[in-house]
T-cell receptor, first 117, second 114 residues
Framework: AQKVTQAQTEISVVEKEDVTLDCVYETRDTTYYLFWYKQPPSGELVFLIRRNSFDEQNEISGRYSWNFQKSTSSFNFTITASQVVDSAVYFCALRVDRGSTLGRLYFGRGTQLTVWP | NAGVTQTPKFQVLKTGQSMTLQCAQDMNHNSMYWYRQDPGMGLRLIYYSASEGTTDKGEVPNGYNVSRLNKREFSLRLESAAPSQTSVYFC?????????????FGDGTRLSIL
């Protein structure tokens, strides 16, 4: 079975602080994809990043960085020097393209990040 | 750049009423999905369509039906709405699986059942 756990339900930080959102996943498959989505207060879902199971390189995009570690089944997301506009719900998701699970995403429950000015 | 378009954006129904949520994508994607989002639950898959002409149940299909009308359109129908179906519904589409392409989401439909 596939499962994504985001243990942090809510996080509050003050602007310019760094913050890390945790994501732990479970799957027995060796080929899978991991995603992060952002849901701002306006409600839409915005794709942030994808990573496949064969690519363990960390990635940095501006103030955002992602740390993928297969050894701990984690795909954590760090925002450096947070800003008020980063306030949103962030979802981690897993996709395993096999049989009945083909193409479907398994979402974590999300982490509500609030950045205070 | 419309992407995935959902209609309506908001709807209030009475228990027992029926309605259809519409979804259309203009990215020539093969696969389409319906999710529901409830507070503290993340997004859960209701139904999906891997390709035109096929549909399959997801995690929470009870009370819903779907139709993949053509490659562009994938509708979700509530035959007899219940208060437990009050939720935000998202439609998504993606290229064929086994690619690393993400799913693209519509803006959601906020549905309240009284």
């Amino acid at each position: 079975a596939q499962k994504v756990t985001q243990a942090q339900t809510e996080i509050s930080v003050v602007e310019k602080e760094d913050v890390t959102l945790d994501c732990v996943y479970e799957t027995r498959d060796t080929t899978y994809y991991l995603f992060w989505y952002k849901q701002p207060p306006s409600g839409e879902l915005v794709f942030l990043i994808r990573r496949n199971s064969f690519d363990e390189q960390n990635e940095i995009s501006g103030r955002y960085s992602w740390n993928f570690q297969k050894s701990t089944s984690s795909f954590n997301f760090t925002i450096t020097a947070s800003q008020v506009v980063d306030s949103a719900v962030y979802f981690c998701a897993l996709r395993v393209d096999r049989g009945s699970t083909l193409g479907r995403l398994y979402f974590g429950r999300g982490t509500q990040l609030t950045v205070w000015p | 750049n419309a992407g995935v378009t959902q209609t309506p954006k908001f709807q209030v129904l009475k228990t027992g009423q029926s309605m259809t949520l519409q979804c259309a994508q203009d990215m020539n994607h093969n696969s389409m999905y319906w999710y529901r989002q409830d507070p503290g639950m993340g997004l859960r898959l209701i139904y999906y369509s891997a390709s035109e002409g096929t549909t399959d149940k997801g995690e929470v299909p009870n009370g819903y039906n779907v139709s993949r009308l053509n490659k562009r359109e994938f509708s979700l129908r509530l035959e007899s709405a219940a208060p437990s179906q009050t939720s935000v519904y998202f439609c998504a589409s993606s290229e064929a699986p086994r690619t690393n392409q993400p799913q693209h989401f519509g803006d959601g439909t906020r549905l309240s059942i009284l």
